[in-house]
């Protein structure tokens, strides 16, 4: 096609082609999410499912911007309707993200609540 054209009419038109390519992709980038990535990963999740997106956040805050992209692209593409709490853990594990989760031991008694040290001073 650039075979008999000079060599700066060919650079020229290369330059320009790249252009409109990066235009493009711009305007494409803009297109794709109507709104914020994370506002369409949250709309999926369960309650369960936004803790363990919040301590994701606090533990991997630069990798899981990445994800929640990539994720959010997937729920428009695929039309997800929900995402629970063990599939979303199970997703993070897979891409090597182990995510530590607050373990709170409560003990029922006379159907009140007790913490372990509540519990070890009610038993001495």
């Given at each position: 096609m650039l075979d008999g054209l000079p060599l700066e009419l060919k650079r020229k038109l290369l330059k320009k082609q790249r252009e409109i390519i990066e235009e493009c992709l711009r305007k494409q980038k803009n297109?794709?999410?109507?709104?914020?990535?994370?506002?369409?990963?949250?709309?999926?999740?369960?309650?369960?499912?936004?803790?363990v997106?919040?301590?994701a956040e606090k533990q991997y805050p630069g990798v899981i911007d990445y994800i929640t992209e990539v994720l959010a692209k997937y729920i428009i593409e695929k039309s997800v309707k929900s995402i629970d709490a063990?599939?979303?853990?199970?997703?993070?594990?897979?891409?090597?993200?182990?995510?530590?989760?607050?373990?709170?031991?409560?003990?029922?008694?006379?159907?009140?609540?007790?913490?372990?040290?509540?519990y070890v001073k009610d038993e001495e």
């Open positions: 297109k794709e999410f109507k709104r914020k990535p994370k506002e369409i990963v949250l709309s999926v999740l369960d309650k369960k499912a936004k803790e997106f919040a301590e063990y599939e979303l853990y199970n997703l993070l594990l897979a891409l090597g993200l182990e995510v530590r989760l607050p373990l709170k031991i409560k003990f029922v008694r006379h159907g009140k609540e007790f913490s372990v040290e509540e």
